[in-house]
């Protein structure tokens, strides 16, 4: 899997997501998947600034005249290369996840292999690999979905008891 070159993680577009004069509007902007965008005023304009290494985003253009009048509501980043960064897939529940999702054990090394293997709805039929039901990631509790029920059911309890 190809790694991050940039220390603010790997390439891809930001969707920023702002108004302005109450309309929603979408900026899509070229970065890096810590940038974080946020809005940074500089000689009375707003620019749009990288949290991650402090980089002006869109190489000097302003992004509003009046600090404060397009301000961001959202943002999300999809990555140039979705393998980047990724050191390996499971499947789980017949469905491809990235090994750092859940801290498992990456035992395809890209996600076509992953999808060629992994069963769908998820049943692990013949020739299929998946993930073994008991493993439990590294520092973490894992329980049984009847534990997880009684649990529940006593969190909806003592809720009700307490209002």
């Excluded at 993680?9 to 940038?35: L, R």
């Excluded at 039929?125 to 509790?141: H, I, L, T």
Aim: net charge negative; aromatic share 10%.
């Amino acid at each position: 899997m190809p790694e991050p070159t940039n220390p603010c993680g790997c390439s891809g577009t930001w969707d920023v997501t702002y108004t302005f004069f109450g309309n929603t509007y979408h900026e899509y902007v070229a970065g890096y998947e810590s940038d974080n965008p946020y809005l940074k005023t500089i000689a009375g304009k707003d620019y749009l600034y990288s949290a991650c290494d402090d980089r002006d985003m869109r190489d000097g253009l302003v992004w509003v005249d009046v600090p404060g009048q397009a301000p961001i509501v959202n943002t999300s980043f999809v990555k140039s290369d979705p393998s980047c960064g990724v050191s390996g897939y499971d499947c789980i529940n017949g469905a491809c996840v990235p090994s750092s999702t859940y801290s498992t054990l990456g035992v395809f090394s890209s996600l076509e292999a992953c999808q060629t293997q992994c069963s769908a709805n998820g049943n692990c039929g013949s020739g299929k690999v998946c993930a073994d039901s008991s493993y439990c990631p590294p520092g973490k509790v894992c329980i049984e979905q009847v534990e997880y029920s009684e649990i529940q059911g006593l969190i909806s309890q003592l809720s009700s008891d307490l209002s």
